[in-house]
């Protein structure tokens, strides 16, 4: 070493190099590679590993075959009993969370969020791609969770599950800084001097209560939007998939831990209606709700007690408009993956097919052949491919075929299914068959409620003018569709649509692409999802600074500062034409007032 100093000492002596610069440059570089050394690493994405549960590895089928498989247990009523709806095999008894464990995952949050709120933009990117590295090589592992959960099969988790929440990730990592950064106003006339701007500050911890249909999109949706604004969080998932909370919460936890966070900053819960309720009432920041219109108003009365804002997601019964120009072969494919992805349990599924008069035969026939050949059951459990999954929710094969019928002595017509499906392997099992129903017309039964079910049902229109009526007759108004060979034709109808989402020849891109995700009339208020949905959990506030401290200040002119003197009336009415007034003529008489007001 001593050697190797004395080389470079003579080399530098032999440059003629001022020794004492020489090393405070070496210094500076060696300083310099240390920083970014730190940054890099500090920026690294970080791999983690989380177990899977055993009952999620397909063919497992050593769990109890429950008779009336359903949520409460008699003799348990303090737990969440858990089975695949797909097979009937119980999962777990877990316990549900209640009003004690609520209060304290919020005192967690709080205690929680006043660290991570310190944390930069840089630091919450790198939990989000370390996230994201986890979600892409872990993607089968979390659709086969979300599957035994909740019946789907594998291609819906890895649409609805994997695919949205990774472009949900992309999006903020690229997009989330910018719309959060503080965004310049103009500043009236009256005060060029000032600077207006908007900040966008976390309001604190919020709660989401998400649906049960995608379990851990839903559930990291909001945990994404609501960490890279600098929030802290409740999640309050459905009793209907407690048993893959389990998993997926370990998922966040351990990013957030292995980033080197607090991992209490998320917290999940699980129980019954009472769970929930005590979240709306706890007194979070903000909330974010997704289900029916029926809970929907419920928790919007409960939140009232602390004016908490909420955000309410109630569903939709979506219509897909045909045009008579359409291309039937470019429609049919989106239309039949908009009606029965995910068994139809989606809240902008398409629950409502308008079809031209003039193809409304081809396209019936073209459907039937197609729906003939889905096949249903458990993709964990049985060999071939599966079209159809479970319904998730025990008891709606009851009520869809009572719809159904009603409809039918109401003038439709049944072509297929119709009816719930009793599996081989598993009849206790929860499916219902994939069904077609066409003629329906506006006043029927089925068309009052959401259906959320594999059910295409389909009417007949004459006219652009009628399709619009008929779509804009539901009370619901989240999302719709348009499909027809005229561009223009379609932009002109989806102005007229009275919905929240607009897709040209599509189904759900709206959401892919990151724009604000609600409805109108009782689908909801308010939106989560892009720019909007970010800032939805800030506290925008509102900021006015001098630009120039030390030159312009606002000071009040004599005549109208207290007391009161006689020519303020007048000051302030030349004030007006001398800013508003577009004359010229009339701007020069209102200074001269002005002038006139403050010497007399």
């Known amino acids: 070493m001593a050697e190797f100093i004395e080389y470079i000492t003579e080399s530098l002596l032999g440059l003629n190099i001022d020794l004492t610069q020489a090393f405070i440059s070496v210094f500076v570089l060696i300083i310099s590679g240390l920083i970014l050394k730190f940054l890099l690493f500090k920026n690294k994405i970080v791999k983690f590993v989380v177990e899977v549960p055993i009952e999620a590895k397909p063919g497992w089928n050593s769990g109890k075959i429950l008779e009336k498989p359903h949520l409460k247990d008699a003799f348990n009523p303090g737990y969440i009993t858990c089975y695949d709806p797909a097979t009937g095999q119980l999962l777990d008894m877990i316990r549900a969370h209640t009003e004690d464990d609520v209060k304290e995952a919020l005192k967690k949050a709080r205690n929680a969020q006043q660290k991570w709120i310190k944390t930069t933009f840089s630091e919450r990117k790198r939990v989000l791609k370390s996230l994201l590295n986890f979600i892409i090589d872990n993607q089968e592992e979390i659709c086969l969770v979300s599957s035994r959960d909740t019946g789907k099969t594998l291609i819906d988790g890895k649409f609805g599950e994997v695919l949205t929440t990774c472009e949900k990730i992309r999006w903020t990592i690229n997009h989330g800084e910018k719309a959060l950064t503080t965004e310049y106003r103009e500043a009236s006339p009256i005060l060029a001097y000032k600077s207006a701007k908007i900040e966008y500050h976390p309001l604190g911890v919020v709660a989401a209560l998400v649906s049960w249909n995608y379990p851990f999109h839903n559930a990291f949706v909001p945990i994404i939007s609501s960490l890279f604004v600098g929030n802290g969080i409740l999640i309050k998932a459905s009793e209907q998939v407690a048993w893959s909370m389990q998993y997926y919460s370990k998922i966040i936890k351990t990013c957030l831990m292995e ?37 929907g108003k419920q928790v919007m009365k409960a939140a009232s007690d602390n004016l908490t804002p909420c955000i309410l997601e109630l569903g939709g019964k979506d219509c897909a408009i045909i045009r008579h120009d359409v291309n039937l072969s470019q429609a049919l494919p989106i239309i039949m993956r908009g009606t029965f992805q995910n068994a139809g349990q989606n809240c902008v599924g398409l629950e409502r097919i308008l079809v031209h008069e003039s193809l409304y035969d081809e396209f019936v026939d073209k459907a039937a052949e197609q729906i003939k050949k889905m096949k249903v059951g458990s993709i964990l459990n049985d060999d071939n491919v599966v079209d159809v999954g479970a319904m998730t929710m025990s008891g709606q094969g009851e009520r869809l075929q009572s719809l159904i019928q009603a409809s039918v002595s109401e003038g439709a017509k049944l072509i297929l299914g119709g009816h719930q499906y009793i599996h081989p392997k598993y009849p206790t099992a929860q499916y219902f068959e994939p069904t077609l129903l066409i003629d329906v017309t506006p006043d029927m039964t089925i068309l009052k409620q959401e259906l959320f079910a594999p059910i295409m049902i389909v009417m007949k229109f004459s006219t652009d003018e009628e399709a619009i009526e008929i779509c804009n007759k539901s009370p619901y108004g989240l999302g719709n569709s348009v499909f027809s060979g005229d561009q223009s034709k379609g932009d002109w109808m989806s102005r007229r649509l009275r919905c929240g989402m607009v897709n040209i020849n599509d189904f759900g891109a709206t959401y892919l692409s990151n724009l604000p995700f609600g409805g109108v009339g009782i689908s909801g208020f308010g939106r989560f999802g892009g720019v909007e949905g970010l800032r939805s959990l800030c506290l925008m506030k509102s900021v006015t600074t001098d630009r120039f401290p030390l030159f312009f200040k606002t000071s009040i002119p004599r005549v109208v500062d207290y007391p009161m003197h006689p020519n303020g009336s007048s000051f302030i009415s030349h004030l007006v034409i001398l800013l508003y007034v577009n004359s010229l003529m009339e701007k020069m008489k209102a200074v001269t007032g002005l002038i006139k007001d403050s010497l007399s």
């Open 259 to 295: 980033c080197g966070h607090d991992p209490e900053i998320v917290q999940f819960l699980c129980g019954f209606p009472e769970c929930g309720e005590a979240i709306v009432r706890s007194g979070v920041d903000g909330i974010t709700f997704i289900g029916s219109c029926q809970v």
